[in-house]
């Protein structure tokens, strides 16, 4: 059982780069209460596709807090080619179940390797394995790159700055019923309340 967990670390991150790093953390804190492995990678643009793993399927029991001064944020979002290069990790290594979280505050702008259409074949793999995607939009609101990728609407969800710690340990509840039970991960009108997306969207206008 595995967390791939894929965060955006592009320039626009900088305003909430603590709280986003915090709440990592406290997703695979939460994850702890049973076993599973965990896998942080960060990416950007910044002269081609940046993508750096800061954790390499690290025991959930074992997780040591990631901080600022392993990577601080900068250049473009190469969503397409960052999410490809995740799947294309989490294929190779074959778990039996695994949660794909992706953790962006913008849009797709600077992709070369991936086109959305590359993208929702690879994620329509991963949903055939049994696999959960989830699409958590930072102090973020459109979700068109992730409709167009084929994530499901029940899989999106905004955090709103300040919230994002609660958000991320609620997800973790969500990702142990899912590795213990089966359950599929998705968002119901309270765990949208609990992220207050409500609060984001009257922010961003969407």
Known sequence: M????????????QSIWTEALGSVNAYVKGLAEGDGYATLA???????????????????????????AEATPRGMTPLFDAIGRMIARAESEAPEKAVL?????????SSREMKKE???AALDRVEKKGWQVVFLGAEF???SDADAVGVAR???????AGMMGASMKMMARKSRAYFDAGEAMVFDEK?????GEDDVKRRKGT
């Open 141 to 143: 609101a459109k979700f």
């Open 101 to 109: 979280v992706i953790m962006t505050d913008g849009e797709e702008n």
């Open 2 to 13: 595995h967390a791939y967990i894929l965060l955006d670390r592009t320039g626009s991150m």
């Open 42 to 68: 960060v990416f950007d643009a910044h002269d081609g596709l940046q993508f750096d793993v800061l954790r390499a399927a690290v025991p959930v029991q074992t997780w040591k807090d990631v901080t600022d």
């Open 191 to 195: 765990d949208r309340e609990e992220t």
């Open 154 to 160: 029940g899989q999106q969800v905004a955090m709103s």
């Open 118 to 120: 590359d993208v929702k």
